[in-house]
């Protein structure tokens, strides 16, 4: 049984700074990967980051302001997330990602984990 469990949301000020984590057991890491995604409110559930094969990516919103790494035992997921602005604040989903005959797509989804950014 696969398991996410993340952690680490919390209300910050802009600016400031937060490391998301995502717990995971029941699985084991395909070439696709994990990575997160986040829903504002309002918004459609958007892919903000990645890491794959050993490689990373970013949408162009999270770029150069967030970091997603595996621990050595690839079982839990971060994003550490920095100068935070309030378009950041959403819910925070991490997903283990699978191919599916066509493509690499999540396949399970955690919880999530509430972002607030405040001005």
């Known amino acids: 049984q696969v398991r996410l469990v993340e952690s680490g949301g919390d209300s910050v000020q802009a600016g400031g700074s937060l490391k998301l984590s995502c717990a995971g057991s029941?699985?084991?890491?395909?070439?696709?990967?994990m990575g997160w995604y986040r829903q504002a409110p309002g918004k459609e559930r958007e892919l903000i980051s990645k890491?794959?094969?050993?490689?990373?990516w970013y949408s162009k919103s999270v770029k150069g302001r967030f970091t997603i790494s595996l621990d050595n035992a690839k079982t839990t997921l971060y994003l550490q997330m920095s100068n935070l602005k309030t378009d950041d604040t959403a819910v925070y989903y991490c997903?283990?990602?699978?191919?599916?005959?066509?493509?690499?797509?999540?396949?399970?989804w955690g919880q999530g984990t509430n972002v607030t950014v405040s001005s």
């Open positions: 890491i794959f094969s050993g490689d990373t």
């Open positions: 997903v283990v990602r699978r191919y599916d005959g066509d493509d690499c797509r999540p396949k399970y």
């Open positions: 029941g699985f084991r890491l395909s070439s696709c990967g």
